[in-house]
């Protein structure tokens, strides 16, 4: 799978607990990134509860709610290209509704949202057999990485 550039992560001692909120659109690629996510938090000891919304829209709000109840959450979706604007209007609000819990929040929110001209790259990115990236497991690498770099520093 493809790293190249990626860091070296180690994470501070602690117990971290983390919510995964995944939108339920392409099952295959779906379960290709919640695996990634939950192997990598297994990989670094930390405890996650996934939560299941409609579609990457939903994200926002679920992360949002859930937020303050754990150390972390990873936020995991896709969106394919159609021939409508409809991409453009989910990608910005996913984006812009994450970014904005993770800072409203002061908690970390691992970014798993693909966004994807077709569901050849979506496959491709989702960690399955043959797939070049694990975006799942990214994704939970960066929110861990985040709140072990935050852990000195308590809300």
Request: some cysteine; proline content about 4%; hydrophobic content about 45%.
């Amino acid at each position: 799978m493809a790293h190249s550039g990626a860091p070296d992560i180690t994470l501070a001692e602690g117990d971290f607990t983390v919510a995964i909120v995944a939108a339920s659109w392409h099952t295959e690629v779906m379960e290709g990134l919640i695996d990634g996510a939950q192997r990598a938090a297994a990989d670094a000891g930390a405890r996650t509860t996934l939560i299941r919304v409609p579609g990457s829209f939903e994200l926002s709000v679920a992360a949002a709610r859930v937020a303050e109840h754990f150390d972390a959450v990873v936020a995991l979706g896709v969106v394919i290209r159609g021939g409508t604007p409809h991409f453009d209007y989910v990608c910005s609000a996913a984006t812009d509704g994450l970014n904005r819990v993770a800072i409203d929040s002061g908690r970390p929110v691992g970014f798993g949202l693909l966004t994807c001209d077709n569901e050849e790259q979506a496959r491709d990115r989702a960690g399955l057999e043959g797939s070049r990236e694990d975006k799942g497991h990214e994704a939970m690498t960066a929110a861990l990485a985040t709140a072990s770099a935050l852990a000195p520093y308590p809300l």
